[in-house]
């Protein structure tokens, strides 16, 4: 992936002087509201509202932004739509910085909106003015006490600054979630709603905040992506920069017509491109504002675990259980405390557990230090980057709390690099203690759990993301080919192969007489495939013909096919049938490219044959991908093991699958501007040394 080094956006969060056209003396109307926040925010730059009166809300006001005396960094339009055009001419005029425009009417109402509104984007590019919106609730930077936007939830009182930021495509939506935020003590250090995103977009936004060090985690709410390259530049550079990113998507996109042609557009869908993308950078995809604002608040106090080894201890065994059940059924590792820490837990409290999880039992109702000798051990003798302790109602017991509340900080300050997630009801000035020494409070257990595997995911996104960057197989070395305008399967293979991807042996046969020439040469049992750059799915129209054990039974299948056929496509162009022997044995698999509108070529990989759509077990990666990627891959699928061998029979060669996708994966990513997709279907998987380790029986190449 190659990307233009982005474009600064430092005069929309950072200026030193904001003028707002149309500000209003009402503090509570949209031009108003900015001016009464930027003064409460304590925005230490100039504010210019502008309007014919001399004075706004105690400022001197200036008629015409021209009037301004200095230099204007950032400017707020917020006039009805008929005026937006004069305004932005003003402020080009004047050597505006940057615009954020909250006036609506424009793309998100009609044809004629959005013709009005591409004008203006282009006299923004072409004058260097980076424009959030229109229709954009605006924005702010609590660090900067830049406070551009009519949100409502800052009137009644603006927030102390935090390290969280957050960019929305919904102002709504977003301001919702930034309240629900403050009402649970959290802070943003930085929000900005994009509005109809005629200029900077979701994908700019993450990428500046990539770069900015008071952020210590990034949200996003999201509906679409017009630039997945920028997206994916972001994206990189957020993970490069250690900076968990979280993303509400929404909207899944109705398959095209075209899809359908393979099943690798039919699956691929925007929802799944979306999916892999965000898993190739350690994108947690969040689901509900809760998860989003969980895992938002774990990032902002604590730290990210070095890997997914969870300790629980608690003092209800039920907890315990509940917990072990969960973290394993995510994906976390709970290990045994080692024999030596076992004994010393239960020379602490003899009827205790001493595995993992560890159930304190009653023992400790009377003496609370024994809960935290027993943490100590845990973390002392075993090897565990997250610890989740349940506490009940421990939190609101002042005689607790005086035991409990100093061993946990210095426990806290002696392993500063481990999680630790506290499961307990607290009182608020407990609460803000513990948090400001960077433990964390979630009340429920699930919540808990679920979290501290969100923010494991995050090294492990890392580490994938850095694997990304490593320089990927060169494009470049596969030179483009001519294809046929619609390619069959035998020119579709020929073409494959030459990328490197091997195929079983065939034959053409062009008539019945070529049939049972070729037959016996091929070898039996054999297959028969009808050759046709009309039929794609062969088998639903009697195109297929499997087990044939000598001549005459394969001129019976040649006539019974060539009858079926005629009478269910008529006007087929048949060119024959390949004849191919028998492959028996191996694991039938599907490697699929199909060319994404956003993304562009990605390369698929799952479990194929006849039951790939009932399975729909694939996984996908924006192309071209290298050896370690395809690997993962390989591993992401439900159906692994049946590749790694099962009931005794061999494992498969993962080698050859993983090399046949880079291989695919190039040809489609050199293709893609005449390719919308490939299917290699199946692929048979087989043990090293059988046939290679696997050949493709079929392949469909489909030209835009």
Not at 168 to 197: C, K, P, W
Not at 210 to 218: G, L, M, N
Not at 234 to 249: D, E, G, Q, Y
Not at 384 to 410: C, E, R, T
């Amino acid at each position: 992936m190659t990307q233009s080094t982005p474009r600064s956006l430092d005069a929309l969060f950072r200026p030193n002087s904001v003028a707002i056209i149309g500000a209003s003396s009402d503090p509570k109307k949209i031009g108003g509201r900015p001016i009464n926040h930027l003064k409460n925010g304590g925005f230490k730059g100039a504010i210019y509202p502008i309007n014919p009166q001399p004075e706004v809300q105690g400022l001197k006001a200036y008629a015409s932004l021209h009037d301004v005396p200095g230099a204007v960094d950032l400017a707020v339009i917020a006039v009805p739509a008929a005026g937006a055009p004069a305004a932005l001419d003003e402020c080009i005029s004047k050597g505006v910085r940057a615009v954020i425009m909250f006036s609506s009417g424009f793309g998100e109402i009609d044809a004629a909106g959005r013709a009005v509104q591409d004008a203006m984007v282009a006299q923004c590019r072409a004058a260097g003015i980076p424009m959030i919106g229109p229709n954009s609730i605006g924005l702010f930077n609590s660090v900067h006490g830049l406070y551009a936007t009519f949100m409502t939830s800052l009137d009644k009182g603006i927030p102390p600054p935090g390290n969280i930021g957050m960019v929305s495509q919904s102002g709504a939506l977003g301001a919702y979630m930034q309240a629900i935020a403050t009402d649970r003590g959290m802070s943003f250090s930085h929000f900005v709603a994009t509005g109809n995103e005629a200029d900077v977009d979701v994908s700019e936004c993450i990428g500046w905040m990539a770069e900015d060090p008071a952020i210590k985690v990034i949200l996003a709410y999201m509906e679409g992506c017009r630039d997945g390259a920028r997206l994916r530049a972001s994206l990189a550079r957020a993970a490069a920069n250690r900076k968990p990113v979280v993303i509400m998507k929404v909207g899944k996109s109705e398959r095209g017509a075209a899809a359908a042609a393979s099943h690798t557009g039919a699956l691929a869908g925007a929802d799944a491109i979306f999916d892999a993308v965000f898993r190739e950078y350690g994108v947690h995809r969040a689901s509900s504002v809760e998860e989003m604002l969980d895992i938002a608040y774990a990032c902002s106090h604590g730290v990210l675990p070095r890997s997914d080894r969870l300790a629980v201890i608690t003092v209800s065994g039920g907890v315990g259980v509940m917990a072990a059940d969960l973290a394993t059924e995510i994906g976390l590792d709970l290990p045994p405390l080692p024999a030596d820490g076992q004994e010393a837990v239960r020379q602490i409290v003899p009827f205790a557990s001493g595995v993992n999880p560890i159930d304190t039992t009653a023992q400790t109702l009377g003496d609370r230090t024994l809960l935290v000798r027993m943490l100590s051990v845990m973390l002392e003798k075993g090897e565990f980057d997250s610890v989740f302790s349940f506490m009940s109602n421990q939190g609101h017991s002042v005689s607790d709390m005086a035991v409990l509340k100093p061993a946990l900080i210095d426990m806290r300050a002696r392993f500063p690099d481990r999680l630790f997630v506290l499961c307990m009801r607290a009182a608020a000035d407990v609460r803000a203690e513990l948090e400001a020494n960077g433990l964390l409070i979630i009340e429920d257990p699930s919540r808990a759990i679920r979290t501290i595997a969100a923010l494991a995911g995050f090294s492990k996104g890392f580490a994938r993301a850095a694997q990304s960057a490593v320089p990927i197989e060169s494009v470049a070395a596969m030179a483009k080919v001519e294809l046929p305008a619609k390619p069959d399967e035998a020119q579709s293979k020929a073409i494959l192969a030459r990328a490197g991807i091997a195929f079983a042996p065939e034959h053409t046969a062009r008539n019945r007489d070529e049939v049972l020439k070729l037959a016996d040469k091929t070898g039996f049992p054999l297959a028969m495939k009808v050759l046709s750059p009309d039929i794609q799915h062969k088998s639903d129209v009697g195109g297929v013909a499997l087990g044939i054990e000598n001549a005459a039974a394969a001129g019976a299948a040649w006539d019974a096919m060539m009858a079926t056929i005629k009478t269910k496509v008529p006007t087929a162009r048949i060119e024959g049938v390949l004849l191919s022997p028998m492959i028996s044995g191996g694991v039938e698999t599907v490697l699929g490219a199909h060319r994404d509108p956003v993304f562009g070529p990605v390369v698929m990989f799952g479990l194929g044959g006849v039951f790939i759509e009932v399975l729909r077990d694939v996984v996908f990666r924006p192309a071209p991908v290298n050896l370690d990627q395809a690997h993962a891959m390989i591993r992401e699928i439900r159906g692994f093991p049946l590749l790694t061998g099962v009931r005794g029979k061999a494992g498969v060669d993962l080698d050859r699958i993983a090399s046949s996708l880079v291989a695919l994966s190039q040809f489609a990513a050199a293709h893609a501007d005449s390719v919308s997709s490939v299917e290699i279907n199946p692929f048979i998987a087989l043990p090293k040394g059988v046939q290679g380790g696997g050949c493709g029986v079929d392949a469909l190449i489909v030209r835009d």
